[in-house]
């Protein structure tokens, strides 16, 4: 192929020959451990004591750091450690040991995993034995058909804890049954019953007596719906339980073939349970049951009709109701609901509306994307609850008995983004947010403390940066660390109210940039409205040379549950190695993904073929007029998983201008994906959008260069989901390329799928051939 075939008229080539990929390659090795001072998440120890690890010339040292005496010192003596590790055939330094996790045995001594063998060290005068096998890791070894050759780090689709309780349960309860196994019984508080599930239906027992014989509660579970023994929750006072009655709904079996299993020469099947888009779920409802009349206490089900999801049941304190979230189905409808005890009926406590979606979905890692969060106090008399209702996501003070807003506690244009701490006595909350602090990225997240009247909002980290906090077991200090994409990390002691106690490191990069090393740069425009701020990164290759015109390369993720161009400072990242071939890769957040306002958020309702692609046409467009060397003719993009649906969405319905596009592990229509994570975004029941938003129904609109990347044994995306659009691609007689990657879970390849996607963007938007690696190899050889 020609090169002036893909090159606009004047244009000079700017690399991707054998040198570029030999120093595309040794980027890693060229700058690994010359960023010094940089710290690993801190683990606390005791109240006022914790040990982090951080990087140092030539290697790691470890440190022990006390918040009362401020002062740090080293962990343990790091040569005599060394000495008593290293043996005939490995030699270890003071700063290369072969651990990262220490685990301390108070002030005498520590233990540490090498070669799967466990030592133990004793302090203060770091004499180090070998104790024998380190013990396996919790649950043992994993077991199963599965083992992908291929595994890729990719944004977060896992399902929230409340469906990872709920999946756990269905895998329970339709597991063929063991004879003679039962459910553990849970006691109730007092201790003298305990109940469980026998039989389908919830049996009961007095736990000592003469008489210890298991007593049927409940009468009317059957194998089709049986009750739940995960479920079940004793009243605080001993007189009633809980339990749910589950409906099954569709049982979908996705199944799979595996090719090349590494333990036999012949393909194995295998099969997973896998909830779609419409597919009827489970239905679980709750049951009230009194132990002195051992009668059921039907609980009306008015006020939660058609359930996504019901919560497990929790009990007030005082015994006198349950209450318990439910999400309904098509995710515009939240509430909290409250059954009494004694009768059944039920109220609403407070509930949530929205025309487009509510996100209910939320982890505990302090950086979920989720806006759904619930604390009750006094009972249930208030509610700490977290709402978009203005706009923007913020925590509110909620009368229990009313569901009326006592105090909004937080409001503007700014997100709160996880609750750390309440405490109700001095009814204080401490939570993260984005977008506060003005003059800044609005994606840097920043940690604060407020009163439940909304007075006393204070910025515990006020430095500019990316923050995150690690606290102390009591609450009392906190470990800041906090960096941008283009400054150096820092890490600080402070105290719960945001004083600082001492620095603890500030990273050093001057040999990482004398060596080379490039910061990306933070590039900021507007969005299709004109007024939005659409902010991203641009990285370059080291020996970029402003006079040339370079192709570009977006890296793009646009799944609504989350934000993810890069905020905090890396040396390395995937999207320089790429640069490195000589090319500019570019990432920025759109309108339809989170961490900012419910109306930029809403664009990805019942349409994620949009996934943003207006703003970020209109960015590279801003790009091009700033940068001569910004070749904006010449742009491909690439992505997994949902990444990998916009990737071919980019092709289909905007290519006038995304020429070249590397699609991985993509759900090319909603309709084949999980149902939790699609019926989100997507809307129920299933409607005309879905097929609107579907590369499949789209796929004859093909017109630049596009690659697929499947794994055979995708466990998240169904794998029919690429070869369906494969199949549509064929019908419309469209030319493509296709990578099928065997025994591999959600992947964008691996290794192997790098160098292919870099080859591909090599060949069509430089117009070079990359290296023949065959014909190298076989020259090798001779």
């Not at 080293?74 to 290293?86: E, G, I, K, T």
């Not at 999400?327 to 407070?350: K, P």
């Not at 609750?419 to 990225?441: A, K, L, M, P, Y």
């Not at 009247?453 to 690690?470: E, F, K, Q, R, W």
């Given at each position: ?28 090795k060229r700058f690994q451990g ?108 994993r077991g199963g058909a599965r ?55 919830v049996y009961t027992r007095r ?576």
């Amino acid at each position: 192929m020609a090169v002036m075939a893909v090159m606009a008229p004047g244009t000079l080539p700017a690399q991707g020959r054998a040198a570029d990929y030999q120093r595309s390659d040794s980027l890693n090795k060229r700058f690994q451990g010359l960023a010094v001072g940089m710290t690993e998440t801190p683990r606390w120890v005791s109240d006022t004591r914790f040990w982090y690890r951080v990087s140092a010339p030539g290697g790691f040292r470890f440190v022990l750091a006390d918040a009362a005496a401020r002062r740090t010192a080293p962990l343990f003596d790091h040569a005599r450690v060394a000495a008593a590790l290293s043996h005939d055939t490995v030699t270890f330094t003071p700063v290369t040991l072969p651990f990262s996790v220490v685990t301390l045995e108070g002030d005498s001594a520590f233990t540490v995993v090498v070669e799967r063998m466990l030592w133990r060290c004793a302090l203060p005068d770091t004499r180090c034995i070998k104790v024998g096998p380190a013990p396996l890791p919790e649950g043992g070894p994993r077991g199963g058909a599965r083992a992908p050759d291929v595994h890729d780090s990719l944004p977060d689709e896992g399902p929230s804890p409340e469906e990872q309780e709920a999946r756990e349960e269905v895998s329970r309860l339709f597991q063929p049954p063991v004879r003679g196994q039962q459910d553990t019984p849970r006691k109730s508080p007092d201790g003298a019953l305990e109940a469980t599930v026998r039989q389908f239906n919830v049996y009961t027992r007095r736990v000592t007596g003469p008489d210890t014989a298991w007593q049927p509660l409940s009468y009317d579970g059957r194998e089709s719906s049986p009750y739940s023994a995960a479920s079940i929750r004793w009243s605080p006072d001993s007189r009633k339980l809980v339990a749910w009655r589950v409906t099954p709904g569709d049982r979908r079996m996705v199944k799979y073939v595996l090719s090349s299993p590494a333990d036999q020469l012949q393909p194995r099947d295998t099969a997973r349970f896998y909830e779609k888009p419409g597919d009827a779920r489970d239905l679980r409802e709750p049951v009230l049951f009194d132990l002195a009349s051992r009668r059921a206490i039907l609980i009306a089900q008015t006020h939660f009709p058609t359930p996504y999801s019901i919560s497990q049941p929790a009990w007030r304190n005082d015994s006198r109701a349950i209450s318990f979230e439910y999400n309904e189905r098509g995710h515009q409808r939240y509430r909290i609901i409250e059954a009494d005890a004694e009768s059944g009926e039920t109220r609403v406590v407070l509930e949530e509306q929205a025309s487009t979606f509510i996100y209910y979905n939320t982890t505990n890692d302090g950086l979920s994307s989720g806006k759904r969060y619930r604390f009750d106090i006094g009972d249930g008399a208030e509610v700490l609850w977290m709402s978009e209702r203005d706009g923007w996501n913020h925590l509110y003070l909620m009368d229990g008995a009313t569901g009326a807003v006592k105090q909004q506690i937080t409001k503007g244009a700014w997100v709160v983004r996880h609750v750390q701490r309440v405490d109700t006595v001095s009814r204080q909350i401490w939570f993260s947010g984005n977008g506060r602090n003005s003059g800044e990225d609005p994606y840097l997240l920043h940690y604060y403390r407020v009163n439940f009247d909304g007075s006393g909002l204070v910025d515990l980290t006020p430095a500019i940066g990316n923050h995150a906090v690690t606290w102390s077991n009591d609450f009392a200090y906190f470990v800041d660390q906090y960096s941008q994409v283009n400054t150096a990390p820092i890490t600080e002691l402070r105290r719960a109210d945001g004083t600082l106690v001492m620095p603890l490191e500030q990273a050093d990069l001057s040999a990482l940039v004398r060596a080379g090393w490039r910061a990306p740069e933070v590039f900021v425009a507007k969005a299709r409205d004109g007024v939005t701020d659409i902010w991203g990164v641009m990285f370059r290759p080291t020996n970029f040379d402003p006079r040339k015109r370079y192709p570009v390369i977006e890296n793009i993720y646009a799944g609504p549950q989350g934000s993810f161009v890069p905020k905090s400072f890396s040396v390395m990242n995937g999207m320089r190695s790429l640069a490195e071939l000589g090319f500019i890769v570019v990432q920025m957040d759109g309108m339809g993904t989170s961490n900012r306002s419910k109306a930029f958020h809403d664009v990805a309702h019942k349409n994620l073929a949009d996934a943003g692609f207006p703003d970020r046409i209109r960015w590279h467009q801003a790009a091009a007029a700033r940068f001569p060397w910004y070749d904006a003719s010449r742009v491909g993009i690439y992505g997994t998983s949902a990444g990998g649906q916009n990737v071919m969405g980019g092709m289909l319905f905007h290519p006038a201008f995304y020429k070249a596009a590397f699609s991985a592990a993509g759900c090319h229509d909603n309709r084949i994906d999980k149902m939790w994570w699609n019926e989100q975004w997507m809307g129920w029941p299933i409607g005309p959008q879905y097929a609107a938003s579907s590369n499949t129904e789209h796929a004859a609109k093909l017109q630049g260069k596009l690659l697929l990347v499947v794994g055979e044994y995708d466990t998240n995306v169904d794998p029919a989901s690429t070869l369906q659009v494969v199949n549509a691609l064929i019908k419309a007689n469209k030319t493509f390329d296709l990578l099928v990657i065997p025994n591999a879970d959600h992947t964008s390849g691996g290794p192997y799928g790098d160098r292919k996607r870099n080859d591909f963007f090599v060949h069509h938007l430089m117009g070079l051939e990359p290296p023949d690696r065959n014909r190298a190899a076989d020259q090798a050889r001779k």
